[in-house]
Nanobody
Framework: QLHLVESGGGSVQPGGSLRLSCAAS????????IGWFRQAPGREREWVSC????????KYADTVKGRFTISRDNAKDTVYLQMNSLKPEATGTYSC???????????????WGQGTQVTVSS
């Protein structure tokens, strides 16, 4: 059964960068598209980005387009989310999820990681 583990979160000042990783354990990511979501305290979960199974398609929420880049290394069973020019509103728990396609809503994803915290503050 696929398990997802996120890492790379932390605290950064506005304008800074972080790279999140979503790694697979117990199974391979090769057969799955991967999405990234974030949830700030008191707010609903928000879709951020997704990438197709072979990496040919990447989608981004308008709020992160041009600043975030999603990529994957199937040989390492890992998906990355490079986040640049971070803003305070990016603060939240970031979770990756596995699905059959690059969906922009949460219910379509079958497996979820526990999340990693990102804090953007001066």
């Amino acid at each position: 059964q696929l398990h997802l583990v996120e890492s790379g979160g932390g605290s950064v000042q506005p304008g800074g960068s972080l790279r999140l990783s979503c790694a697979a354990s117990s199974y391979t990511l090769y057969y799955y598209a991967i999405g990234w979501f974030r949830q700030a305290p008191g707010r609903e979960r928000e879709w951020v980005s997704c990438i197709s199974k072979r990496g040919g398609t990447a989608k981004y929420a308008d709020t992160v387009k041009g600043r975030f880049t999603i990529s994957r290394d199937n040989a390492k069973d890992t998906v990355y989310l490079q986040m640049n020019s971070l803003k305070p509103e990016a603060t939240g728990t970031y979770s990756c999820a596995a699905g059959w396609d690059c969906y922009t809503t949460g219910p379509e994803y079958a497996r979820w990681g526990q999340g990693t915290q990102v804090t953007v503050s001066s």
